[in-house]
């Protein structure tokens, strides 16, 4: 049951290129993260998989066949709405059954023992009986994943199923949804543009923008290895800091014109960016005289703290995380220096780090 | 037909939000108040809440063809009514006239609003044509469905004739002249109809379908289950406009019938119109009145109290 | 695929058909009404549809035999007057309900919603004996006073009113503008949709009246458009089928062409005032 993109593109008016020659391959029953900035076409992507948009050139398999042309029922799939799309006039139990009922393929003891067992997997039992506008968010967002698991398809596709929800309540369904789909063993193909939805559910995650593929990659992979500038600084918060260097000899580099650091790889260009994640870089309170930075500002977060630093050239502002018990404030003057643990890109924002020296470090 | 009848309610929302506007009782709001509701109020008073009392006074009485009142008789020209053949065939034949034309004006606005809410290529073009009506005025319609029903140069008597079938006398059989009334006032009537449930059918948020596309329903079973729920507030809503209406017709019947024949569309306004000013019964017409009050009261106020809730789920 | 594809051709196919057969249908009054209004009486009259004496001159007979412009002017008229003045007096009662405060608003306010209750076909008698008192029968006035204001705009209005925030009436309040100044220089813009909403209602409501025009009005100095074509199908020209649907067609189709500009505006304007 795998799900196959084969140089899929969706473009309005032939001008107008939403998706641009989207290659990829889902898993059985993996969880499959789309996520992007708005407007980059994930959802888009997850309505042509679903049949709701039609595609304009290339293919998509689902299970070996060739479903471009199908329509959306014969696809043996179910989807979980941004809005839920819940009928206000049907209750809670009604609207689980709303598909087994429309299909008429099955027994009406059969659709009573799914609906009830979905509703027991999210925990609804008891609100069967409710109309959706009795319901709280999270509530809503149960019912319409319990219409999910009623459904025999085995492929589930969610289009931003959590971002109608406040922030504590997005946690704890973010949960739920990851449980219930080890549980059932479903595949699941997940858009969203939070990247910590995308880092703490994903089999595999899918970077989009601009049209186009970025990446793909289990979470690790994207995050150590950022195939360019984007995927970087799209993932991590603070994100991460890209300033511009060039090389001094092979194993020094200078940033910024800020600082100097040694380097254990070899670096194939002169003038590059590096990107240093937030906690790879150090902070040092010094005299006005050695200092390479200016402290903006300090957010105190608990366990840590962000300093937000101006560095004395090129009006370039950085992120750091220090410990909670370092003591900076604003207007300090400080020196800043970085582990050995950054990115390198060139002027496309390629990354051009070498692997085994990242992995090693 | 755009219609300001004054039975064409809007529902009554929240009202909370009134006492928002709840500001400190002053002198002077007092003297903005009478200038602001003085002319209605005195317009209203004159022209529809004296009147009613009148005509209920008047259906109490014996009237000479003065339409002075001479003998006080209670409730006996009800009852004189109630047990006449004449009335009750009329009251028969308004609803008859009125179930007909609601129910194919609902079914065929619903069948129109349905199909030009696809999204097909060039489809506003059929919302255009469809909406025409909405631009006929009473007399328009009567003329040009009285020339398509005239047995001699009608158009349907020539369409009978080209194709060898009997002519059927439209407006001289009982049976045909109510179809005729019926069909012209269901034409009428629809292009208001057909856009009132389209606007409520465009409003049906796509992804209920969407949803439903892909749990596998069919477009016909969408349609009972998504879309007829959905819009049944509005529905409701039109149902209850075209009963009104349609039991207060009286021009298309005066145009096209004249309430015959044999008094086969005799409706229930054409009779307090004629009783009155024909017969000079205004007694009689008068209580003819005040049962067509009772019934547009009725369906108002079923209007008003379903209204209130606004929505049925 | 294929076959897929002709069926969804097939449906798209038959789709289109039902489109325009049900157009067809809807419209032939229309086309019927209008090819006849061209066509010379005798060729009508002897069943000759198909008649290549296409002329204008049922036009120019309506305009130049029959007082079809002098009813038009009338209508017009009367129609006007009542929409501007429904326009007043709805919305000073609507300002009155939602912004001023006083005794009895909750009472008065119910009287306005029975009022909505009570059809006006009901109350001919005694209407016809209060205008006739007051003499103003086969007037414009009789056509125009009873109508002055209507419970119905009041009511819609006042719906609308309901919406406009109430940081509106504080700004002004401190701004210091009295009701008279807030009623007409921020009210009523910021209701514009709603005023002309009803505007068009109390236009087209005017403009269709039949059964008070007809009691009250004998002759062509006052008479309303909708009798008028009454009265030219039903006296004068009997039989006269081409000047009749010429005449019919001369009102149809400047409202027509209103609508085709105005569609988008009407329905929105009208799911506003109906549903909502």
């Not at chain 1, 511009?244 to 600082?259: E, G, L």
Request: a neutral charge.
């Amino acid at each position: 049951m795998s799900t196959i993109l084969t140089n899929v593109s969706k473009s309005y008016d032939s001008d107008k290129t939403v998706l641009n020659d989207v290659t990829a391959e889902i898993q059985t029953g993996e969880f499959f993260v789309i996520v992007g900035p708005s407007g980059c076409g994930k959802s888009t992507l997850l309505r042509m998989i679903a049949g709701l948009t039609s595609i304009s050139e290339g293919e998509i398999h689902i299970d070996g066949q060739l479903v471009n042309d199908l329509p959306p029922k014969d696809r043996n799939l179910t989807m979980v709405f941004q809005s839920y799309a819940l009928f206000p006039f049907l209750s809670v139990w009604d609207n689980v059954a709303f598909g087994l009922k429309a299909r008429k393929s099955t027994s009406q003891s059969e659709i009573e023992e799914r609906v009830n067992e979905a509703l027991k997997m999210v925990n609804l039992e008891e609100l069967k009986d409710r109309k959706p506008r009795e319901l709280s968010g999270g509530q809503r967002q149960r019912v319409a994943l319990a219409r999910a698991v009623a459904s025999d398809a085995k492929i589930c596709l969610m289009d931003e199923p959590l971002s109608n929800l406040d922030a504590q309540l997005r946690i704890k369904m973010r949960q739920e949804i990851y449980a219930l789909q080890r549980k059932l063993g479903l595949t699941l193909i997940y858009v969203t543009h939070d990247q910590v939805e995308a880092m703490t559910m994903a089999d595999h995650i899918m970077v989009l923008h601009d049209s186009q593929v970025q990446q793909i990659g289990t979470p690790t992979e994207i995050y150590k290895h950022p195939a360019n500038e984007f995927v970087a600084s799209f993932f991590g918060v603070p994100p991460i800091n890209l300033l511009p260097a060039t090389k001094i000899n092979d194993q020094t580099i200078k940033v910024n014109d800020d600082f100097e650091m040694s380097i254990n790889q070899q670096v194939p260009e002169s003038e590059f960016q590096v990107g240093i994640r937030p906690n790879e870089l150090m902070l040092e309170k010094v005299d006005e005289l050695t200092a390479n930075a200016t402290v903006k500002s300090v957010e105190f977060l608990g366990d840590e703290k962000i300093v937000y630093a101006k560095m004395a050239h090129n009006d370039l502002e950085i992120a750091a995380i220090v410990a909670s018990d370092a003591e900076f404030k604003a207007y300090d003057t400080i020196l800043v220096s970085a582990t050995e643990k950054v990115l390198l890109f060139n002027h496309e924002g390629v990354n051009i780090t070498q692997m085994e020296a990242v992995v090693n470090a | 037909m755009l219609k300001t009848s004054t039975t064409d309610v809007v529902p009554e929302k929240n009202v909370q939000a009134k006492q928002r506007h709840g500001f400190r009782l002053t002198a002077k709001d007092k003297y903005f108040a009478s200038i602001f509701l003085g002319p209605s109020i005195l317009i209203l008073g004159l022209f529809v809440f004296y009147p009613m009392f009148k005509t209920l006074y008047i259906s109490m009485f014996l009237t000479n063809t003065l339409g002075k009142t001479t003998v006080y008789v209670g409730f006996q020209n009800y009852a004189k009514l109630i047990t006449s053949p004449d009335f009750i065939s009329s009251m028969w034949v308004t609803f008859i006239y009125v179930l007909a034309v609601t129910v194919l004006t609902i079914a065929l606005g619903l069948l129109l609003a349905n199909l030009s809410s696809q999204k097909l290529p060039g489809i506003s073009i059929f919302r255009t044509l469809y909406s025409v009506t909405m631009g006929v005025s009473v007399a328009v319609a009567a003329i040009f469905w009285l020339f398509i029903f005239n047995p001699s140069t009608g158009f349907f008597a020539l369409l009978s004739n080209w194709l060898n079938l009997p002519v059927v006398n439209w407006l001289t059989s009982p049976t045909n002249a109510m179809w005729a009334v019926i069909i012209t006032t269901v034409w009428m009537h629809l292009g208001f109809t057909f856009l009132i449930l389209l606007g409520a059918i465009e409003s049906v948020p796509s992804t209920l379908y969407e949803a439903a596309d892909v749990e596998g329903a069919s477009p016909r079973y969408q349609f009972f289950h998504i879309t007829i729920p959905m819009i049944s507030p509005t529905l409701f809503f039109v149902s209850t406009i075209t009963i009104i209406d349609a039991f207060k017709s009286f021009g298309l019947i005066d145009l096209i019938t004249k309430g015959g024949p044999t008094n086969a569309t005799n409706m229930l306004v054409y009779r307090i119109y004629k009783d009155a000013f024909y017969s000079g019964n205004y007694a009689k017409s008068s209580a003819e009145a005040i049962i067509l009050t009772v019934i547009i009261a009725f369906f108002t106020l079923l209007q008003f109290k379903f209204l209130e809730k606004k929505v049925n789920y | 695929m294929t076959q897929i594809d002709e069926r969804a051709a097939l449906k798209k196919f038959l789709n289109y058909l039902l489109l325009i057969v049900l157009a067809i249908i809807i419209l032939a009054p229309f086309f019927i009404g209008i090819w006849t209004s061209f066509l010379p009486t005798m060729d009508i009259a002897k069943g000759n549809l198909f008649s290549t004496n296409i002329s204008f001159d049922n036009y120019v007979a309506a305009f130049t035999k029959t007082p079809i412009l002098r009813y038009l002017l009338n209508t017009l008229v009367i129609s006007t007057i009542t929409m501007i003045a429904q326009l007043i007096f709805c919305s000073m009662s609507a300002y009155a309900f939602v912004f001023l405060k006083f005794k009895y608003r909750k009472t008065i306010f119910t009287l306005f919603l029975i009022t909505m209750m009570l059809p006006f076909e009901a109350e001919i008698i005694p209407n016809f004996a209060t205008v006739k008192q007051m003499g103003l029968l086969d007037n414009y006035a009789v056509l125009i006073v009873p109508f002055l204001t209507s419970a119905f705009g009041t009511f819609m209005l006042r719906q609308s009113f309901m919406q406009t925030p109430i940081e509106l009436k504080e700004a002004s309040d401190i701004e210091g503008l009295n009701h008279f100044q807030f009623y007409w220089n921020i009210v009523l813009p910021y209701n514009k949709i709603s005023m002309i909403t009803l505007g068009a209602y109390s236009f087209l409501g005017s403009w269709n009246q039949y059964l008070w025009p007809m009691l009250t009005t004998f002759s062509n100095n006052s008479r309303m458009i909708q009798n008028g074509l009454k009265q030219l199908q039903s006296e004068e020209t009997f039989n006269d089928w081409g000047m009749i649907q010429a005449s019919a067609a001369i009102i149809v189709i400047p409202t027509i062409i209103v609508l085709f500009i105005g569609q988008h505006y009407f329905k929105s304007g009208m799911n506003e005032g109906a549903v909502k």
